[in-house]
């Protein structure tokens, strides 16, 4: 099993900044992605950005150049610093990743998509006043 606890949320004006974190714990799997969804009211919950294992990371183009992904193993934590935040950032983040015990063979996936996640965090707001 893998707890992930999701903190750094919360107010800011458009154009400020916050950074996420996603602390994890309680497992010894093997980590082959984590990554960053939002959900805003009325919307299907989305990709925002995705780091596998090996340390290429991937971002939805509605972020791109404004937020970054990062990890700290020995923190055992996930990261997203995001910056020049719009109204339209504001959304319930969450934290999630693909563990596995062992070796996990899959066909190609797109990190942004949330199908094999199977571990996620309680998710924290993220509201960006105009």
């Known amino acids: 099993q893998v707890q992930l606890v999701e903190s750094g949320g919360g107010s800011v004006q458009a154009g400020g900044s916050l950074t996420l974190s996603c602390e994890t714990s309680?497992?010894?799997?093997?980590?082959?992605?984590m990554a960053w969804f939002r959900q805003a009211p009325g919307k299907e919950r989305e990709g925002v950005a995705a780091?596998?294992?090996?340390?290429?990371?991937t971002y939805a183009d509605s972020v791109k150049g404004r937020f970054t992904i990062s990890k700290d193993k020995t923190k055992n934590t996930l990261y997203l610093q995001m910056r020049t935040l719009k109204p339209e950032d504001t959304a319930i983040y969450y934290c999630?990743?693909?563990?596995?015990?062992?070796?996990?063979?899959?066909?190609?996936?797109?990190?942004?998509?949330?199908?094999?996640?199977?571990?996620w965090g309680q998710g924290t707001q993220v509201t960006v006043s105009s």
């Open positions: 999630a990743v693909i563990a596995h015990d062992g070796a996990w063979f899959t066909p190609y996936y797109n990190p942004l998509q949330s199908q094999k996640y199977n571990y």
């Open positions: 309680g497992s010894a799997l093997t980590m082959y992605s």
């Open positions: 780091i596998l294992i090996e340390g290429s990371k």
